[in-house]
């Protein structure tokens, strides 16, 4: 960061002293370097590396007690600030620091250092002083105690200038998304905070797992809050970019700075539901019921469950009122996979384990691939299905496909089965809280938000497979949702429809296993007249 100091100077030299020829001189008139560091290889770098590049380190000071314990600059008062310091540490020595003179917003909580260094921060900065600096995105939304508090009073005292929220994989030594926070000592009159969404932006490097900005991103994203800066922002907002954001608003938001809750994303261009959902396919859906209706009657094996002309009411129906709330809200629990053995062992039992490559099957009920895997009787009761849970993949895809997908449990896959059926550990299972979402509701939502490519915003790739911070998304998207009375209003008609296409599907698979074994039947014993054949099962 140091190093960036300086080529921040050189790039504005004019703006400083334009009289200045050399770089080293000018950086020397205009800078001061004042620094920190506890761990000795790390302090050691750096003084290298400032020394290589002719900048004065002799402030940089090796502090092994910490910032927070034996701060080395305890009467600095900076113009700026800038850091990237330990995310969530919950080995900061807290309790020790409850009277400390730096928390003038609030004592932040011993278990996580992030609002005690954000307050540090402030501390040392003049009263027009800027800092900025990387903070974990959990800092931004948090919801419960202390921190709440604390950036309640930073937003209300209007430090809070910009927010800026990065893409995965920018750093070395994490994957996560993270978030720039720009914070003035000088109260902001014009009472917003510029909010940048950059989760789109950069590249994965060519044969690494690392992701980089070009100059030319670097210069978009930075854009906005420059002009804001300096006044000359012409626009408020710009669609999948940026949005200046009132106070009042955030405030109205439970104080939360994360940007893409408050920048509209650019979408995907999409047939609306009524020319998708309309003529042709409307057409089909009726077909298909009617030879159903028609296929089970012969068989006397069920009756219809089709009603096309819901999908018409549905569409036709009144505006729906509804509210945002964290998708985390909305989720009773998430539970882990599990894989077990591919033999008996002892306590163990049978399971149908779904895996990544199963979840697209799941819905054409075609399980000719799905292992049997033999699990930990005492695991099974609290990590199987339920009817209304949703599976989600979380590790896995490929190059042109995102992890994420998705798989419902219904009552007759359950049925399906002669074994509990759980997910493995490159899935997990969401469980609805039903008191507030009908099960299928959510489903449908997570299936949008893949074909949307919204899973593709929490992805990480630390190594050849990519992962889905599932934490990450339910923590921070909002879902709109209809209060529950209103869910059970509307959603029988998306319910009957979700019905037929599984009625359907499960129809088709045994209809065409019944085809299958009656030609097995027919060809090995009527015409190749094969005498060790026997139809399985004894049937």
């Not at 994490?174 to 950059?198: E, F, G, N, Q, Y």
């Not at 068989?299 to 729906?320: C, M, P, V, Y």
């Not at 449908?444 to 050849?464: I, K, M, V």
Request: proline share 5%; charged share 25%; with cysteine.
């Amino acid at each position: 960061m140091f190093v960036q100091s300086e080529k921040f100077i050189e790039a504005h030299a004019d703006r400083y002293n334009g009289q200045a020829k050399e770089i080293d001189k000018l950086f020397e008139s205009v800078v001061s370097i004042y620094g920190q560091e506890s761990n000795q290889t790390t302090w050691r770098l750096c003084k290298m590396n400032l020394a290589m590049r002719g900048i004065d380190s002799s402030n940089v000071k090796w502090n092994n007690e910490g910032s927070f314990l034996n701060d080395a600059h305890p009467d600095l008062k900076a113009d700026f600030v800038i850091a990237n310091p330990p995310f969530n540490d919950s080995d900061w020595s807290g309790e020790l620091l409850r009277t400390d003179g730096r928390w003038s917003f609030g004592v932040p909580p011993t278990g996580n250092a992030n609002y005690a260094w954000i307050q540090h921060f402030l501390y040392h900065l003049n009263p027009q002083g800027i800092a900025g600096f990387v903070m974990h995105c959990s800092a931004a939304s948090v919801k419960t105690g202390i921190e709440v508090e604390i950036r309640k009073k930073l937003i209300e005292s209007g430090l809070v200038r910009c927010m800026v929220a990065l893409p995965t994989q920018l750093f070395s030594n994490t994957t996560l998304p993270v978030h720039i926070w720009i914070l003035s000592r000088k109260p902001d009159p014009r009472r917003k905070v510029v909010m940048i969404d950059a989760y789109d932006y950069g590249n994965l490097d060519a044969g690494t797992n690392q992701r980089s900005l070009s100059p030319d991103e670097i210069k978009a994203i930075a854009k906005p809050y420059l002009e804001w800066k300096r006044g000359i922002l012409t626009e408020d907002s710009e669609i999948g970019l940026y949005r200046c954001v009132p106070y009042q608003e955030i405030i109205d938001n439970n104080y939360i700075l994360s940007p893409n809750r408050y920048v509209k994303r650019i979408g995907r261009i999409n047939f609306s539901p009524k020319e998708c959902l309309s003529s042709n396919i409307l057409a089909s859906i009726s077909q298909y019921s009617r030879g159903i209706h028609i296929a089970e009657q012969k068989l006397q094996t069920g009756e219809d469950f089709s009603n096309a002309n819901l999908l018409k009411r549905l569409l036709s129906g009144s505006n729906i009122s509804c509210e945002q709330i964290e998708l985390s809200e909305v989720i009773e629990s998430i539970i882990s996979g599990e894989w077990g053995d591919g033999a008996p062992k002892k306590d163990t039992e049978p399971c149908i384990v779904l895996r990544g490559t199963d979840l697209p099957n799941v819905k054409l009920f075609n399980f000719a691939k799905t292992p049997v895997r033999y699990i930990k009787s005492a695991k099974v009761a609290d990590k199987k299905v339920k009817v209304g849970d949703i599976i989600i993949e979380m590790s896995g895809g490929s190059k042109d496909q995102p992890t994420g997908r998705t798989a419902f449990i219904t009552q007759e896959l359950i049925d399906w089965f002669p074994y509990p059926i759980l997910c493995s550990n490159f899935n997990k299972i969401i469980r609805p809280n039903t008191d507030k979402v009908i099960p299928l509701y959510l489903f449908l939502y997570f299936q949008l938000a893949y074909a949307d490519g919204l899973t593709t915003r929490y992805e990480n790739q630390p190594s050849g497979i990519k992962n889905l911070q599932l934490d990450e998304l339910i923590s921070t998207e909002l879902i709109w949702l209809p209060d529950i009375r209103e869910q059970q209003r509307i959603l029988p008609i998306l319910q009957d429809l979700f019905q037929l296409q599984t009625l359907m599907a499960a129809s088709m698979q045994r209809y065409g296993e019944i085809l299958n074994c009656l030609f097995e039947q027919l060809y090995k014993t009527n015409l190749r007249k094969d005498p060790e054949y026997k139809l399985g099962g004894g049937e």
